[in-house]
């Protein structure tokens, strides 16, 4: 099997530590410098690879809500009924490790610049669109196989993924109001009083 060029392999490398630095240092204190040490390259290959600091920034969000849509899609692939691949995929969105931790705080981060910013309006819009389709599909596929109440599925999963979104807030602020089993529980519960038949 050849191996993959390096050049291949650089660009996610580089974007998987900028979303590093986003989670953990934030946008304003960002330097591409920081970025290359995360990646364990020089200042060069950043600059290779991207222009500028926006340049980094957007690729980095883009990367992060791409990555978070693939690491999912063995859940949809798994041959479970359409309801228990729900409670799949909300466990998997729980910021409950180290990857899903970073991937929330980089979120975050999007939804605070992108108020200020219409390209990374554009890449939220866009991708995670994306995972609002994918939910309205699986609670969709749950009712027509009669294992979740009738509705609009659109309606439905805006609900949820709201709920979702302001728990995970909290979560990830260490609110003493919102643990992660809080959270947990409390999306089970929604799924099991509200969705299922």
């Known amino acids: 099997m050849p191996r993959p060029s390096v050049e291949a392999e650089r660009r996610p490398q580089i974007l998987a530590a900028a979303c590093e630095v986003i989670a953990t240092a934030g946008i304003p204190a960002l330097r591409l410098s920081d970025v290359a040490r995360e990646a364990g390259v020089s200042s060069g290959t950043v600059h290779y690879y991207f222009d500028t600091k926006k340049e980094v920034i957007t690729a980095a969000f883009e990367y ?10 063995d859940l949809l692939n798994s041959g479970k009924d359409s309801l228990a691949i729900l409670h799949d995929l909300v466990d998997s969105y729980l910021p409950h490790d180290d990857l ?13 610049e992108g108020s200020r910013d219409t390209v990374l309006q ?8 994306q995972w609002r389709d994918v939910v309205a599909g699986v609670i969709g596929d749950a009712q027509r196989a009669g294992l979740a109440r009738p509705g609009d599925p659109v309606t439905v999963s805006n609900m949820l993924i709201g709920m979702l979104d302001g728990l995970a807030v909290q979560v990830v602020l260490h609110s ?5 089993a809080d959270m947990r529980r409390t999306c089970r519960d929604f799924i099991a009083d509200i969705i299922a038949a």
Not at 102 to 108: D, M
Not at 122 to 129: A, K, S, T
């Open 100 to 112: 899903s931790t970073r991937a929330w705080k980089v979120w975050l981060a999007l939804w605070a």
């Open 64 to 73: 992060n809500l791409t990555d978070s849509l693939m690491r999912r899609q």
């Open 122 to 129: 554009e890449i939220n819009d866009r991708l995670y669109g």
């Open 176 to 180: 003493s109001r919102m643990t992660l």
